[in-house]
């Protein structure tokens, strides 16, 4: 059945609203604890109220934007403990789809994984941090579309927000040699279609991460 045009153009209304909100508070030009007002928003954005209320619960449910309804809305808080049960689920969701997805590799995936790889490297080498999350991402999700599990790549777009979100706390404090090193095993463990090998390297990886981000 055919869609309506005014709801289709209501969805990419709300993607585009959520997609300008959500880089603003990445990129730090929406502050912890800033207040989210309808009107201010439709006029930055020129959108209307509708797509942006849409957007905003979505924001909310990655914990991104906090609400009481008829009170405020605002830019949440930087949670460090939150961003790390984030992580410490997404290495979850990796490794599972690293598990589960080995069955189905093929020549081609390996390829495009080091190619992600390569790119990670080159990323943290020049200290580009956005560059560097950005891929982060995409390794990380590429297991996950390998894998072919839609349940799992939703479960991680709601979790991988709160990752992006501390990126900028990453530049000049990546350890270039352990990187090498987990990213190296990864592709070997990969090849090896050894997926109890990723997750223990993977669950490695994140407790470091995670020790390395309770010190900032």
Do not use: C
């Not at 950005?134 to 390998?146: D, E, N, R, Y």
């Amino acid at each position: 059945m055919p869609m309506p045009t005014d709801h289709v153009e209501r969805v990419s209304l709300s993607q585009e609203a959520y997609n300008r909100i959500e880089a603003a508070i990445m990129e730090g030009v929406l502050e912890p604890g800033e207040r989210l007002r309808d009107p201010e928003l439709a006029e930055w954005l020129g959108i209307s109220r509708t797509p942006i209320r849409h957007a905003l619960d979505r924001l909310m449910e990655q914990g991104l934007v906090e609400m009481e309804r008829n009170r405020y809305t605002r830019v949440a808080p930087l949670d460090v403990e939150g961003v790390i049960d984030a992580l410490q689920v997404t290495g979850d969701l990796w490794g599972g789809a690293a598990l589960r997805g080995y069955p189905f590799w093929e020549e081609d995936d390996d390829a495009l994984v080091s190619e992600i790889v390569d790119s990670l490297l080159d990323a943290a080498r020049e200290d580009d941090i956005v560059r560097y999350v950005t891929i982060f991402q995409h390794l990380v999700v590429t297991f996950a579309q390998i894998e072919g599990n839609a349940v799992r790549q939703r479960a991680l777009s709601n979790v991988i927000p709160q990752l992006r979100r501390v990126g900028r706390k990453l530049k000049g404090r990546i350890d270039h040699a352990r990187l090498e090193s987990f990213t190296s095993a990864l592709l070997d463990h990969a090849r090896a279609r050894d997926g109890r090998a990723t997750i223990t390297l993977i669950d490695d990886f994140i407790a470091r991460l995670s020790d390395r981000l309770r010190t900032f």
